[in-house]
């Protein structure tokens, strides 16, 4: 049987693309938050503070980890460079587990564990 015409193999796809897509929109979310942090925007400023306040829940988790760096007004948020990372290490860890259920034909999972061992 070929895996890759398995009733499994599209839904597997579709989840994740998922996974990238939402990932990819938090990324980019917290990048903003990053770079207004860093060029010191006016918080007050509508789209400044919408970044901050959706991105917020995000880098909670985070935010007494590491120490702010501010000089001049500019704010290096290291917590959210740490954010960014963990997020992605979930989301990759929640591919690798959705190709666990990938189906596979015999011969490829004796080549794959044969691959393992070495």
């Known amino acids: 049987m070929d895996s ?5 193999t599209k839904p ?9 897509y939402l990932l990819g929109i938090l990324e980019i979310l917290l990048a903003f938050r990053f770079i207004l942090k860093l060029l010191g925007a006016n918080a007050t400023a509508g789209f400044t503070s919408f970044i901050y306040g959706i991105t917020y829940i ?11 760096t501010k000089v001049a007004g500019s704010i290096f948020e290291w917590t959210t460079l740490l954010a ?6 979930i989301a990759f860890g929640i591919i690798k587990l959705f ?14 564990l ?5």
């Open 114 to 118: 044969n691959a393992q061992e070495k």
């Open 58 to 68: 995000f880098t909670a988790p985070f935010l007494s980890v590491f120490g702010m």
């Open 84 to 89: 960014m990372l963990v997020y992605w290490i």
């Open 4 to 8: 890759s015409n398995s009733p499994t």
């Open 12 to 20: 597997l796809y579709r989840g994740t693309q998922i996974i990238w």
């Open 99 to 112: 190709l666990i259920g990938k189906t596979v034909s015999t011969p490829e999972a004796a080549d794959k």
